[in-house]
């Protein structure tokens, strides 16, 4: 069957692709997904891969896509930590700042030239420029505190991402920076952070930038409504919601988001390049 609009699809310069849930699930790949990237590749079309999750650096991520045996190069791969490192330069935020993460990304932003103050360190004036806020899965207490207390003291506030859960299989998951967000917005009485990655309007910069190409010449392929497809959908890009991984018929029957074409895995998208 073809799917509905799916010239919209054919008619892409640039494909971007979700990691989790659209080209593998944790660490397996999605049937014939390694046929769709390939053929995105001979088809002409840029290919890029993004990522909300910042648990792990650049780096390792380019490794991980690498040895899942698709094909990466650094200008391929655009994660959230891309976009919070544009909207802190574009700030002003620069260089010391109060990282909640780990330390895979704690050694990405020292190698992108930021100071990342430790807990003694961040209580000392001049205050740190941001506190920026990843998925943190070596999170203490001493973290949260020091975090909660920056907040309150009105140093600017940005979180890489806002993803409630990320997923471990199919059916199961683990909280994700969302869920760390909500903890800091009841301590603080209501304080919320600058969100930078999917959907919001940073990742669509760092998209279109990437790609050279305006928003209506490019494909996202996800697995997520309230991110991938709502990103795709407030601005202007082809969202192809996938099958795979977290979203089911009756989540998309009942979600506002609404993607452009649906399909069940991106097997189905490789005859349309
Ligand atoms: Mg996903």
Known sequence: MIPQNIDLFKQ???????????????????????????????SGKKLFYFTNNTSRSRATYLEKISKLGFPVADKN?????????????????????????NRDLKTEFESRGYVCLDDVEAYRQPLPAAVLLGFDTELTYRKIHTCYDLILQDVPYIATHADLLCPVTRTTFKPDVGSFISLFETATGGKKPVVVGKPHRDAVAA????????????????DRLYTDIRMAMNFNMVGVLVLS??????????????PKIVVDSVANLIEHL
């Open 12 to 42: 892409c310069k640039a494909i971007i692709c979700d990691l989790d849930g659209t080209i593998y699930l944790e660490n397996t790949p999605i049937p014939q997904s390694h046929d769709f990237v390939q053929k995105i590749l001979t």
């Open 77 to 101: 791969l655009i994660t959230a930590a891309d976009c919070a490192d544009s909207y802190l330069r574009r700030h002003n935020y620069f260089p010391r700042i109060y990282l909640v993460g």
């Open 207 to 222: 998209i279109s930038e990437r790609a050279q190409l305006p928003p209506e010449e490019i494909a996202f392929v996800g």
């Open 245 to 258: 991984g977290e979203t089911t018929e009756e989540m998309l029957a009942h979600s506002s988001d609404r």
